[in-house]
């Protein structure tokens, strides 16, 4: 599988659960850009914006690389839609959808072809990373990330530390140090108690189960999002005899985990994404 290069940071979750489902089924089909360009009709140099996230892709080329790679279309063009929304609401601006990109040109029929260099490979992609240990890495905002972990470590051990030198001192000496320590760093038992937890109320309505938390059958659900609609699906896949976890209506990896596996019990596209067709085999 391909190792692509990092998409901008400042790219809406929703457009960027798009571009990482695009290139997922990009690299299911072992296509070049090159090859995907003459399957689908659509340039390579727009592929390379679509799966690089500085444009998004018209509905028409998501079906076209649907039918290139034979997978079923409606999936993506549900992620895209939610992609469009927050496009043209955050960078998209409000002068519509993004103009239609232009197809690809027919190559000319006669006329020598121009050789390639001895560093050029046409069916290697430019949006993948390259593999080479020895390329220096372009400045980034890495040192000044890693700086601003390593500030907030240094004042966490320091609050700790003074913490339980002002326990010792204030004459706790009937409590043993390792009591001190349980007291001041919360335990990952003790954060979780205090995630609220929903109920579970199934009930089946015109032959689809509901949990009394949500009547969604459409909502886009990954790892890390919150909510009730992720309680909601969290009680249905304990319905279906999986086990997401507590029913806390936190997406996290124990939750994606259950949704795979009833994917993959269902015959769907295994990625642990809830779209619609995740959602029709939770409804029943």
Request: charged content about 25%; proline content about 11%; some cysteine.
């Amino acid at each position: 599988m391909s190792r692509w290069a990092a998409l901008p940071a400042e790219l809406d979750p929703r457009v960027r659960r798009f571009v990482v489902c695009t290139r997922r089924v990009k690299d299911h089909s072992g296509l070049s850009l090159r090859q995907l360009a003459a399957r689908t009709g659509y340039s390579q140099k727009s592929w390379e914006r679509y799966l690089g996230g500085r444009s998004l892709p018209p509905g028409e080329a998501v079906e076209a690389l649907a039918r290139a790679v034979g997978e079923d279309p409606t999936r993506l063009l549900a992620l895209r839609e939610v992609a469009a929304e927050a496009w043209h609401t955050g960078r998209g601006g409000p002068d519509g959808p993004p103009a239609p990109e232009p197809k690809a040109d027919p190559e000319p029929e006669a006329g020598p072809e121009p050789e390639a260099g001895p560093d050029v490979d046409p069916d290697v992609d430019p949006l993948v990373a390259p593999d080479s240990p020895d390329e220096p890495r372009p400045p980034g905002r890495s040192p000044r990330i890693a700086l601003a972990a390593g500030a907030v470590a240094l004042v966490l051990a320091l609050s700790t530390a003074v913490l339980l030198v002002v326990r010792l001192s204030g004459g706790e000496q009937g409590r043993p140090p390792a009591a001190l320590v349980a007291t001041d760093v919360p335990s990952p038992a003790s954060a979780s108690a205090t995630a609220p937890l929903y109920t579970c109320r199934l009930e089946r309505v015109d032959g689809h189960w509901y949990a009394g938390l949500s009547r969604t059958r459409d909502a886009i659900l990954a790892q890390g999002q919150a909510g009730p609609d992720v309680a909601e699906a969290q009680c249905l896949l304990r319905r279906a005899g999986l086990a997401p976890g507590a029913v806390d209506g936190i997406f996290g990896p124990v939750t994606r985990r259950a949704v795979r596996e009833l994917q993959r019990r269902d015959g769907l596209v295994v990625d642990g994404i809830v779209g619609p067709h995740t959602w029709k085999a939770l409804r029943g």
